[in-house]
T-cell receptor, first 113, second 113 residues
Framework: AQSVAQPEDQVNVAEGNPLTVKCTYS??????LFWYVQYPNRGLQFLLK??????LVKGSYGFEAEFNKSQTSFHLKKPSALVSDSALYFC???????????FGKGTSLLVTP | GAVVSQHPSWVICKSGTSVKIECRSL??????MFWYRQFPKQSLMLMAT?????????EQGVEKDKFLINHASLTLSTLTVTSAHPEDSSFYIC?????????FGQGTRLTVV
């Protein structure tokens, strides 16, 4: 089955510093990978996706992610964190049987002033 | 991107009653929609796939008689939690399917007392 893993429950970053939220994947075939952000009691907001093409994917709100096939990783990055980036981040992979998504457990990002 | 509207955003109900959650696609026709459940500080777990004009497909371990899904039109899918119990308290989110990107509703916080 297609799956992703987020090894960190929480990431703490000071405002202005670069941030990385980690994600590794396990798939058969070519992966369709996604990052979503969730604010408290809200639905998920799409950040970016990798389907094919350039390994560096740029997304919303200044976020980007690098697809690394040899390391089976798809880490989310931002050069300069904002306090407003504090939220729950989910990595996801499209299920092989259809268009549903299999999510990682989520990583809570806390950006401190 | 596509707009998915989910209603209500929160609901409190008494144990034993039923609750209906609506998920509408506002600017496109959705032949497939997905229903996820999220427990506090946990990831989203796919419950079922809603198919317009046919029966829903449920994931293993999800009681189809308890979580009734109806997808009567191309713009509306509903999830009804029947005879709700406190353990059904959770955050329920719908999403679209198809293409290379999923769009999520705002989510519904269900509390059963």
């Amino acid at each position: 089955a297609q799956s992703v893993a987020q090894p960190e429950d929480q990431v703490n970053v000071a405002e202005g510093n670069p941030l990385t939220v980690k994600c590794t994947y396990s798939v058969s075939g070519n992966p369709y990978l996604f990052w979503y952000v969730q604010y408290p009691n809200r639905g998920l907001q799409f950040l970016l996706k990798y389907i094919t093409g350039d390994n560096l994917v740029k997304g919303s709100y200044g976020f980007e992610a690098e697809f690394n096939k040899s390391q089976t990783s798809f880490h989310l990055k931002k050069p300069s964190a904002l306090v407003s980036d504090s939220a729950l981040y989910f990595c996801a992979v499209r299920d092989i049987t259809g268009y549903a998504l299999n999510f990682g457990k989520g990583t809570s990002l806390l950006v401190t002033p | 991107g596509a707009v998915v509207s989910q209603h209500p955003s929160w609901v409190i109900c008494k144990s034993g009653t039923s609750v209906k959650i609506e998920c509408r696609s506002l600017d496109f026709q959705a032949t497939t929609m997905f229903w996820y459940r999220q427990f506090p500080k946990q990831s989203l777990m796919l419950m079922a796939t809603s198919n317009e004009g046919s029966k829903a497909t449920y994931e293993q371990g999800v009681e189809k008689d308890k979580f009734l899904i109806n997808h009567a039109s191309l713009t509306l899918s509903t999830l009804t939690v029947t005879s709700a119990h406190p353990e059904d308290s959770s955050f329920y989110i719908c999403s679209t399917g198809g293409g290379t990107e999923a769009f999520f509703g705002q989510g519904t916080r269900l509390t059963v007392v």
